[in-house]
């Protein structure tokens, strides 16, 4: 089972920005789907977003108009471009690969989740 690395987390202010990776190294994930879930302290992990392998997107509605998810299949690397950060976005943040994007909720194709990258939304 493929586990995914996630990066790109920090501490910024509401209204703020970041941007997350997704990578694989040494295995190339390209032909697949990969969503991008999150888990608040004393909360159940949730989906945010998802790619196709062909690159088309789907949101949460917690995530619409402000993530932007991306994938470069030539350098391996998805992104989630996060834009006017709130305090409830604050969570560890993974990646995965999903069975297909359409299926909601989002699902893990195989149950491997990696360490994920904190992103904490602070005034």
């Known amino acids: 089972q493929v586990q995914l690395v996630e990066s790109g987390g920090g501490a910024v202010q509401p209204g703020g920005s970041l941007r997350l990776l997704c990578t694989a190294p040494?295995?190339?994930?390209?032909?697949?789907?990969i969503g991008w879930f999150r888990q608040a302290p004393g909360k159940e992990r949730e989906g945010v977003s998802c790619?196709?392998?062909?690159?088309?997107?789907f949101y949460e509605e917690s995530a619409k108009g402000r993530f932007t998810v991306s994938r470069d299949n030539v350098r391996n690397v998805v992104y989630l471009q996060m834009s006017n950060l709130k305090p409830e976005d604050t969570a560890v943040y993974y990646c995965?690969?999903?069975?297909?994007?359409?299926?909601?909720?989002?699902?893990?194709?195989?149950?491997?989740w990696g360490r994920g990258t904190q992103v904490t939304i602070s005034s």
């Open positions: 790619i196709t392998n062909a690159g088309t997107e």
């Open positions: 995965i690969i999903v069975d297909a994007c359409h299926i909601r909720p989002f699902r893990p194709k195989f149950d491997s």
């Open positions: 040494g295995y190339t994930f390209g032909h697949y789907a």
